[in-house]
């Protein structure tokens, strides 16, 4: 009987197994808000993988930083102890300074450029991360960058001594030659920074602003266009090489799905978060030509910086682009 107990206890643990190696889960940590479109497109992927391959792959997303803060992400991923996950590239520009070829300032200004210089730059994004140990999935720009302030501002003069949140190198840069004071935060914590006054403007898109409701704390939105940061999906390259090819094609196709709808939702949302600032009491316009072109001036003293950073791969990313 004891012999009999044994062995049924074996088979089942066997049994166990097996189906645990057939199926998997893939726990994939985002950053931003569950309701952003990053994060929406990112469930939608999810759910694409998971559906295409039966259930055999399964992916579970966690938005709001909620598994790793924003900051985290990456490493995790490349560590292994998350096998996909999603982050902002230019928070990356410290690690290889390619990560940060979509915070040129105002290298582009609509989403067409930002496209075009995108369809240069992507393969050799892909190669970075893949010497960061990651299998690089698809990526989806945030709408175009810009001002947010708790007051009206028409010069960089008006803009020195404020604390400027930051999320990235170039942000953090800007803020320095500026006369302003970066502090790295990441969107998740944005909110709460403005209420206690650890930051009291920044640069990013009307869909961040939106999102993280700043008008509670905020008046002003400048639009000056800078640039368009990206988001990229990327999965662990040993997680990745256990998938069978099979998997690996519904994974990629799912992946090339969410970068095309994520660009028609980022451009969809721009318009509408804008409005929505200014439906909540903001007062959205277009940056004076004045500042317009301050900032264009230090602008151009960080694209030079870029370039000294960013070698001959760099180099040749922007001549393409330019000569395009
Ligand atoms: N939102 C992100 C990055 C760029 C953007 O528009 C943020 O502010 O963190």
């Not at 995790?76 to 996950?85: D, E, K, L, S």
């Not at 961040?208 to 990229?232: C, Q």
């Not at 094609?249 to 721009?270: H, P």
Request: charged share 20%; hydrophobic share 40%.
């Amino acid at each position: 009987m004891k012999i009999l107990n044994t062995l049924m206890a074996a088979t089942a643990i066997s049994v166990i197994g097996a189906g645990a190696a057939m199926a998997e889960k893939w726990d994939m940590p985002m950053a931003y808000s569950a309701t952003n479109f990053h994060s929406e497109i990112g469930a939608e992927f999810a759910k694409c993988v998971t559906n295409g391959t039966g259930g055999n792959l399964e992916v579970v997303t966690h938005p709001s930083g909620s598994l790793f803060k924003g900051n985290e992400i990456k490493r995790a991923v490349q560590t292994g102890q998350a096998p996909i996950g999603e982050r902002l590239l230019s928070a990356h520009q410290n690690e290889n300074p390619l990560y940060g070829v979509d915070s040129i300032p105002f290298l582009v200004s609509s989403f067409d450029e930002h496209e075009k210089l995108w369809k240069i730059a992507e393969p050799k994004i892909a190669s970075a991360l893949a010497d960061d140990n990651l299998v690089y999935l698809y990526s989806v720009p945030w709408p175009p960058q810009g001002l947010y302030f708790n007051k009206a501002i028409n010069s960089i003069e008006d803009m020195k001594g404020a604390k400027f949140r930051s999320y990235s190198t170039a942000t953090a840069r800007m803020a320095e030659m500026t006369g302003m004071l970066p502090v790295q935060v990441e969107a998740a914590e944005l909110s709460q920074a403005l209420a206690t006054g650890v930051a009291e403007a920044f640069i990013s898109s009307g869909a961040t602003g939106y999102d993280r409701k700043v008008w509670e704390h905020l008046s002003n939105f400048y639009e000056v266009d800078a640039w368009l940061p990206r988001n990229a999906v990327f999965a662990n390259m040993d997680s990745w090489n256990g998938l069978d090819d099979a998997t690996k094609k519904i994974v990629t196709d799912c992946a090339a799905k969410a970068q095309t709808d994520g660009l028609a939702r980022s451009k969809e949302y721009t318009q509408f978060t804008l409005d929505g600032l200014k439906e909540n009491g903001m007062t959205v316009e277009r940056a004076n030509p004045e500042l317009v072109k301050e900032l264009q001036a230090i602008g151009e003293t960080m694209t030079n910086e870029w370039l000294e950073t960013a070698g001959d791969q760099g180099k040749e990313i922007v001549e393409t682009y330019k000569s395009m």
